[in-house]
């Protein structure tokens, strides 16, 4: 049996205060049509309770309605670079992983080979799967592994066939199993100030809940 169903977030696990809206008195609030579109953070860690919450990899995926993507892009030019950050789609204009092809892809050297692995919270919608796909047949130097923590509305033929462009694409699609969510904390979640780094604790039901990922994946490609 899959995890139970999650409770709704508090604003702050949304990466959104509780009190957000108090304080009639303070300096107006940023209408949301005037924010940018998509927030992008290089080389910066998130916050330790997104990730717990946006992360988790459980069936049913309530109130986690934001993509946290944290990158690693390794491209092979004149000098070997690598280069790593998160970007997360708070505001609705853009996804992140759209916002990874628009603004980080390109500031690769031109032409030079490239080696990109994304470690996603949840699977792309099929827009953004389309896009992948269309940038992988568009650059032959470009590969690109995806590492999920859960499959988004894998029950749809329309996203089934987005998942599958992408395979044949030449897009390597993963599951995140409970070493990679290691990974992510310790190289993409930041400590509390002054603080040693802690370890990463597994939530119950992380290995089972792979495997059930790992399962549907399997039959959809």
Known sequence: ??????????????GEPDNAEEGEGKKKKVKREDLPPFEIVTGERLPAIFFKFQFRNVEYSSGRNKTFLCYVMETQGKEPVTTRGYLEDEHAAAHAEMAFL??????????????VTWYVSSSPCVGCAQRIADTLRRDRALQLTIMVGRLFM????????????????GCKLRIMK?????????????????????SFVPWEDIQENFQYYEEKLAEIL
């Open 1 to 14: 049996k899959m995890a139970e169903k999650q409770e709704e977030p508090s604003n702050a696990q949304n």
């Open 102 to 115: 628009s603004t980080i892809l390109p500031r690769r050297e031109a032409g030079a080979r490239c080696s």
């Open 178 to 198: 409970p070493q990679d969510f290691e990974y992510v904390w310790q190289n993409f979640v930041e400590q509390e100030e002054g603080e040693e780094v802690k």
């Open 154 to 169: 894998w029950d749809q033929p329309d996203v089934q066939e987005a998942l599958r462009s992408m395979k044949a694409a």
